[in-house]
């Protein structure tokens, strides 16, 4: 089934939700003008977007909760190629945080004359798919996603928001950036949380004592984003996203892929990530992580 065209917007092959996204907004991005001090999270979605609305700010502002208790993640970390940047961009404060689902051919020209950082996070794409699936369960803004295989067969055909996770995250592994990019994984990022905050605390220069990093780590975990409704997506109305029928925050783990996919639909879909990413030099582990299984049963 294609995608409905009352739903999603096509932009330079990509399938984006009309809901959050309109020509103006994706010309705003474009001619974006990012500055020396910026920094940009980009993921694929479903990876760990909301994570950094809610690390950043606290990072940035030495631990102060207020920001993340107070302001929408929407309007504290918007999106750049979102209808909401053009309207709380004039009040960011500096430095200024933002996210992108965007590849890298579609950043501003800005990204490459200023000094912006990127923090680009990537998590194992059967749990993406995974998340993706009851995420479209709840937004309605999105189209129905159909049957578990339905779903893997336009996500592995890139018949999705944001087009094929293996070709975004292959624009984001050659990058003009050096050493202004920052790889996380949200792999990393469960298993160590205070750890990826330190990284995240290093790549901008910003020095943290434990006591900063301790309040960080635990305003970031999973059960107190879920009730931090300024991060758990609650405040939008129930007709735009149902968290009854799916939380936004809905488990917050990793290898939930095992309780969706038949050993024939993880046989297909291997295969065809695994092919697609042949040719990149990195080993498997590094762009398709997943935890080491217990050492023994
Ligand atoms: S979106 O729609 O692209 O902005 O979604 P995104 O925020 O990238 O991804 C949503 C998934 O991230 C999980 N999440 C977290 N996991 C662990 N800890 C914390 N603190 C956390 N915050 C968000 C969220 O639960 C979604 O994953 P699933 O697997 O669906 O639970």
Aim: hydrophobic share 35%.
């Amino acid at each position: 089934m294609e995608a409905s065209e009352e739903k999603y917007l096509l932009h330079r092959g990509l399938l984006l939700p009309r809901e959050t996204h309109t020509a103006d907004s994706l010309t705003f991005a474009h001619e974006f003008e990012l500055r020396d001090d910026d920094i940009l999270a980009v993921t694929y979605p479903k990876s760990g977007t909301t994570w950094m609305q809610e690390v950043l700010p606290l990072v940035l502002n030495g631990g102060d909760l207020t920001p993340v208790q107070t302001i929408p993640n929407w309007d504290r970390v918007p999106w750049l190629e979102e209808t909401r940047l053009a309207i709380v961009a004039e009040r960011l404060p500096t430095p200024r945080a933002l996210v992108s689902h965007l590849p890298y051919h579609l950043m501003p020209k800005s990204l490459d004359s200023s000094k912006a950082k990127v923090i680009y996070v990537s998590r194992n794409p059967k749990d993406v798919m995974v998340s993706s699936y009851h995420f479209h369960k709840m937004a309605s803004f999105l189209d129905d996603p159909g049957t578990f295989h339905e779903f893997m067969d336009k996500f592995l055909q890139g018949k999705v928001l944001f087009g094929k996770w293996t070709d975004h995250v292959k624009s984001w592994r050659h990058t003009e950036l050096g050493d202004r990019i920052l790889y996380l994984t949200y792999e990393e990022m469960v298993q160590d949380l205070r750890g990826s905050v330190r990284r995240v605390s290093d790549f901008l220069g910003r020095a943290l004592d434990e006591e900063a990093m301790e309040r960080i780590a635990a305003q970031c975990c999973f059960n107190n984003m879920k009730t931090n409704c300024m991060s758990n997506y609650s405040l939008v109305p129930q007709d735009i996203m149902d968290n009854s029928k799916s939380p936004f925050l809905r488990k917050g783990v990793t290898g939930d892929w095992r309780n969706h996919f038949s050993a024939e639909q993880e046989a297909q879909f291997s295969a065809v990530i695994s092919r697609e990413m042949e040719a990149e030099e990195l080993s498997s582990s590094l762009w398709c992580p997943e935890p080491s299984p217990p050492a023994h049963q």
